[in-house]
């Protein structure tokens, strides 16, 4: 079956600018998570959902970085006057249930320039 | 807090020779530790988990790890390494609800011909 998707793939943006990431996960998956990856480091864990209720947000490294999954599917990951520290590998992933194994996208590359 | 160290950033094997990749972590409660590799452009994909059961966990792809609580080690290994082996490897340990992952900084494996 299909796995996480995640869209864009790529995206470059000026400094300033907000960002939308999108995240579509596993059918069925009712947990989803969003992870930020600085390159030559580990993911780091940002926030993550149990349907369309965000559990933990405290990865959220500043009040310019927001989600949400208002349907219990799809989720967006928001970045408002993007910063070039924002600059990483965004990931998304989905697990069946609380707890339990977490699945992976492929990633989107956000570079702000 | 739980964290997990990688011990080695860059790991060079020979095509047919054993494959070990250290890990150590550090847990104030019982773990669940995972094995993610990374292959270029693509997203990261479980290798294997221990969450308490036999203390010797087997993986895709001929990789397996051990749980040594004496030593708080995971250590990745396999028999004999195979070109497409080459990737990233990370060990992660989960939060005590096992929503959170922990990633270690990552290990590059290269096999050589």
């Known amino acids: 079956g299909a796995g996480v998707s995640q869209s864009p793939r790529y995206k470059v943006t000026k400094r300033g600018q907000d960002v939308a990431l999108r995240c579509d996960p596993i059918s069925g998956h009712v947990s989803l998570y969003w992870y930020r990856q600085a390159l030559g480091q580990g993911p780091e864990f940002l926030t993550y959902?149990?349907?369309?209720?965000?559990?933990?947000k405290s990865g959220l490294p500043n009040d310019r970085f927001s989600a949400e999954r208002p349907e219990g599917s799809i989720s967006t990951l928001t970045i408002q006057r993007t910063e070039q520290r924002d600059s990483a590998m965004y990931r998304c992933a989905s697990s069946l249930v609380m707890a339990a194994t977490q699945y992976f996208g492929p990633g989107t590359r956000l570079l702000v320039l | 807090a739980q964290s997990v160290t990688q011990l080695d950033s860059h790991v060079s094997v020979s095509e047919g020779t054993p494959v070990l990749l250290r890990c150590n972590y550090s847990s104030s409660y019982s773990p669940s530790l995972f094995w993610y590799v990374q292959h270029p452009n693509k997203g990261l994909q479980l290798l294997l988990k221990y969450t308490s059961a036999a203390t010797l966990v087997k993986g895709i792809n001929g990789f397996e790890a051990e749980f040594k609580k004496s030593e708080t080690s995971f250590h990745l290994t396999k028999p004999s390494a195979h070109m497409s082996d080459a990737a990233e490897y990370f060990c992660?340990?989960?939060?005590?609800?096992?929503?959170?992952?922990?990633f270690g900084a990552g290990t590059i494996l290269r096999v050589k011909s």
């Open positions: 992660v340990v989960s939060d005590q609800y096992g929503n959170k992952l922990v």
């Open positions: 959902f149990n349907y369309e209720a965000q559990q933990d």
